[in-house]
């Protein structure tokens, strides 16, 4: 019996994957271990090895296919002495779905869009049914058939308060009628994409479908929105003696090609304050908090289509040059989707650094199961109030904290901030 080839889950949350590259044939011998595809997950495009040995039977799912669930057949290997004439595709790998490609929409005339709002969808041809015009539209928006429902305006017209006991398409139960001083409230889901389509009808527009990534950066957003109690400090911090710091240090290493960045610095300092702040360097559990020993500091990443959050593991134990070789390594990987697993996933806290396209502050969302997340904006030059009472210049960047208030209170949060503060006005410490 030929040996089915299944779609693997190589991450802990992939349901699906695209099939991006074959990288065998039909006929080939394959070896166990030998690298045998290319699977795009929603993060990363990952090389697929073989397990077993024998001759490559069937290639059951075409390169570019997209939404292939996992431990669907996507191969056939035959063992010794089977012949490639005898492999059939099992019916599951038929049923792979391969995502739409973008559709253009252009709206139609005029007259036709009203033509199409004045009727119901569900009006059996050739006949007419008597409705008022609020009627109709409250029909199309609850999907309820008119033509099953007896008006009771003048002449037998359906009006709008025979649809408040109407059945819906769907055969949902009517909505409790609540009282008219007390508006009903439903539960927080948005429009559908007809409903959302609908309003833009009369307009052009080219419909992109959500490929694997978007689809996860939106799920976790809206839970990290939906389910996070957050809560947000805000604090300046001026950047003179580090960016003369900086420039020392960047003298120095460029014999050796090394060249630091703000974002540099800015991860040590988050990682060291972790570390002087140990209540604050957490996670949620569900129902518990998790209080981490190391501190692994994830960097958001922005890539064609998404973003990544790569995690440099032991951040504090690290010196400037080696993190600042590691953040180059995964940012590269990560615009190139080469990205393990374990490379995106884990760490206690996240950073976010707008400031390169000259944004002052924002505030970010923390990215579940995070404790905390740190907005970092541009580093701007502004009057202030020196040491000894008189106006001065200084290059000031503006620090705003997202904080998870099920894992740190505010006082807690206070002190984390304080702390990365400290450590960016005082960069050398950061080397002691």
């Known amino acids: 019996m030929p040996i089915e080839i299944l779609m693997p889950a190589l991450s802990p949350t992939m349901e699906e994957g695209t099939l991006a590259k074959w990288l065998v044939a039909t ?28 001759t490559m039977g069937a290639l059951l799912i075409a ?10 057949p996507i191969a056939l290997l035959l063992e010794e002495g089977e012949q490639p004439g005898a492999v059939t595709a099992p019916a599951t790998a038929k049923k792979a779905a391969v995502a739409p490609e973008p559709v253009a929409h252009t709206p139609p005339p005029a007259a036709a ?24 539209r409250l029909a199309v928006e609850k999907g309820i058939d008119l033509s099953t429902i007896a008006g009771s305006g003048p002449h037998g017209r359906i009006i709008r308060a025979d649809l408040d006991t109407a059945p819906t398409k769907s ?35 080219t419909e992109v479908p959500l ?25 300046d911090v001026k950047l003179d003696a580090l960016m003369s ?43 518990r908090v998790l209080r981490l020993k190391p501190s692994d500091v994830a960097v958001a990443v922005a890539i064609e289509g998404g973003l990544f959050t790569p995690v ?17 390594d995964l940012a590269t990987r990560a615009r190139a989707r080469k990205l393990a697993p374990q490379e995106y996933q884990g760490g206690s806290f996240a950073i976010s650094n707008l400031g390169m396209f000259g944004i002052d502050s924002f505030d970010a969302v923390i ?59 005082n960069p050398m410490a950061m080397l002691a």
């Not at 390169?63 to 669907?72: L, M, S």
């Not at 490929?211 to 604090?235: C, N, S, V, W």
């Not at 440099?312 to 590691?326: I, P, T, Y």
């Open 27 to 54: 006929g080939d011998p394959v070896t166990s271990g030998q690298i045998i595809a290319e699977i795009e997950t929603d993060k990363a495009t990952m090389e697929f090895e073989a397990v077993d040995e024998g």
């Open 63 to 72: 390169e570019g296919t997209a939404g292939v669930k996992v431990n669907t």
């Open 113 to 136: 869009s009203l033509s199409a709002a004045a009727m119901p969808a569900t009006a059996p041809a050739g006949t007419r049914v008597f409705a008022t015009p609020l009627a109709r």
């Open 171 to 205: 055969a949902a139960p009517a909505p409790q009628v609540m009282p008219a001083t007390v508006p009903a409230v439903s539960a927080p889901v948005g429009a559908s994409a007809d409903a959302v389509m609908r309003l833009y009808a009369d307009r052009s527009y």
């Open 211 to 235: 490929d694997g990534m978007r689809k996860t950066i939106a799920a976790r957003l809206t839970e990290a929105k939906q389910t996070i109690p957050h809560f947000y400090l805000r604090r």
């Open 245 to 287: 710091f900086r420039a020392q240090l960047n003298a120095q290493l460029s014999t050796r090609g090394v060249k630091l960045s703000v974002n540099d610095f800015i991860i040590k300092a988050c990682a060291l304050a972790l570390q002087s702040v140990p209540d604050a360097n957490a996670v949620w559990a569900v129902d």
């Open 312 to 328: 440099l593991r032991d951040a504090d134990q690290k010196s400037l040059s080696s993190l600042s070789a590691e953040m180059k």
């Open 367 to 425: 990215n579940p199961p995070h404790g905390a997340i740190l907005a970092v904006g541009a580093g701007v030059q502004k009057a202030v109030v020196t040491g000894d009472g008189t106006l001065g210049v200084a290059t000031v960047m503006t620090l705003s904290l997202s904080v998870d208030h099920r894992v740190i209170d505010g006082a807690l949060g206070a002190e984390l901030l304080k702390a990365i503060v400290e450590n960016l006005e």
